[in-house]
Each structure stands twice: as C-alpha cells, then as structure tokens.
C-alpha cells in the first residue's frame, strides 16, 4: 500500500485491526468500531471469518517457538474475528493506543484492553504495530479487491 498524498496533510496510514474471538462473543465489536469512527478514521475493509490455523498461524509467525504460541494459534482459530482495515493519519499507532498494553492488567483506563481485559491470552483485540507489519497483515488478511477505495464525506472537517 502506497501512502495516499493529502493537500495540506501527512500521508495517510493504514493498519490491519482484528477482534479477536474473546472480543466477538463479549459482544465488543461495536464498540470497538466505534472508537476508531469516531477519532476520524476511515474504515476500508471488514469482514467476519473463523481463521484456519494456517492463517492464525502465519498471522502470529513472529511468537513461533515462543511457550504461549501453539495456545495463541489455537484461541485465534477456535472462532469468530472481526478482521479490518482502518486508513488515516497515524492510524498504526493512534491504533495501539487504544489498544493499550499487551497485558490487560497494565493497560490504562481508557484504553480497549485496559476497559475490558484481564488475562494477556484473552485480550480482545490486535492491532499492528508498525508499517512493515501493517503492510505484511493486510496483504495477509484482505484481497486488494476487499479494500474499498473512496473518500470520506467528513475528509474536510477531520484533517484541515
Ligand atoms: P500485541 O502486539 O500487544 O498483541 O502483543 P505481542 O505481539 O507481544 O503478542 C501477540 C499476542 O500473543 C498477544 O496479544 C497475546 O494475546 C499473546 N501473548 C503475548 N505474550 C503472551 C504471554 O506471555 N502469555 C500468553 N498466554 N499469551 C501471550
Ligand atoms: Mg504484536
């Protein structure tokens, strides 16, 4: 994904945000969604699927090896996921901070695993955290045709 130029702006990001199956069945997906709406960003791909773990597993390649990895590979495609594309400045790491902390228990008030989480292996939600992961997570998750390519009515009174 080629950062798109915006007059007057810094190019714009985008990031790969998937709730995770703990989030579907607490019935967060709203909320969620509702956050990232509502700071401005523009959502460009979504989709609900039960992972293979061929997926979960390629999506989590970095912890292979790790104790915790055969268990996170399992808990990611025992269900649900909200897997989106969520596109605006900044959006990878404004994405992680509200996200919060990797565990729950040391995630800020405020933030979705500091609200609603409490064990690291059930914490509700991914968000990528950097471009080059971003890039890789999109490409893994969505076909370029999955992504919708417009402009947000609200362009003008989010970015000056
Ligand atoms: P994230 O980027 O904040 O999601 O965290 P990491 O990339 O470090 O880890 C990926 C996911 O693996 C986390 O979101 C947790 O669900 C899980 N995880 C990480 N560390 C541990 C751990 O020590 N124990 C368990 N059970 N799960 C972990
Ligand atoms: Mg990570």
Redesign the pocket.
Known sequence: FAPIALAGSSPQERTFIMI?PDGVHRGLVADIIKRFEAKGYKLVGIKVLVPSKDLAGKH?A??EG???YP??VNFLSSGAVVAMVWEGKEVIKTGRTF?G??NPLASAPGTIRGDYGI?????II??S?SVDSAQKEIALWFKPAELAEYELISKKWVYE
């Open positions: 995770k989590y970095e912890h790790k104790p915790f268990g996170l996200i902390a990797t064990d690291v292996g059930r914490n991914h968000g955290d």
